[in-house]
């Protein structure tokens, strides 16, 4: 359970770095973030939304070429 409050800290930083223009500051952080978000439990409804969000595109261009 300790990836949720990195992917705050992970967050906070990431919006520092970018408030001070820091690229590389921000590229790392959000690294750590996305990993944090990746080992959580949260992971598995994030991939839901995304397959469900592909599923719907697939869909959606399925309809338009009749």
């Given at each position: 359970m300790i990836s949720l409050p990195l992917f705050?800290?992970?967050?906070?930083?990431?919006?520092?770095?970018?408030?001070?223009?820091?690229?590389?500051?921000?590229?790392?952080?959000?690294?750590?973030?996305?990993?944090?978000?990746?080992?959580?439990?949260?992971?598995?409804?994030?991939?839901?939304?995304?397959?469900?969000?592909?599923?719907?595109?697939?869909?959606?261009?399925?309809?338009?070429s009749k």
């Amino acid at each position: 359970m300790i990836s949720l409050p990195l992917f705050l800290l992970a967050g906070g930083a990431t919006w520092l770095f970018w408030r001070s223009d820091m690229r590389a500051g921000v590229l790392i952080a959000a690294l750590i973030c996305g990993y944090a978000l990746a080992t959580s439990p949260l992971s598995s409804a994030i991939d839901g939304m995304g397959h469900g969000i592909g599923t719907a595109i697939s869909n959606a261009n399925a309809d338009d070429s009749k």
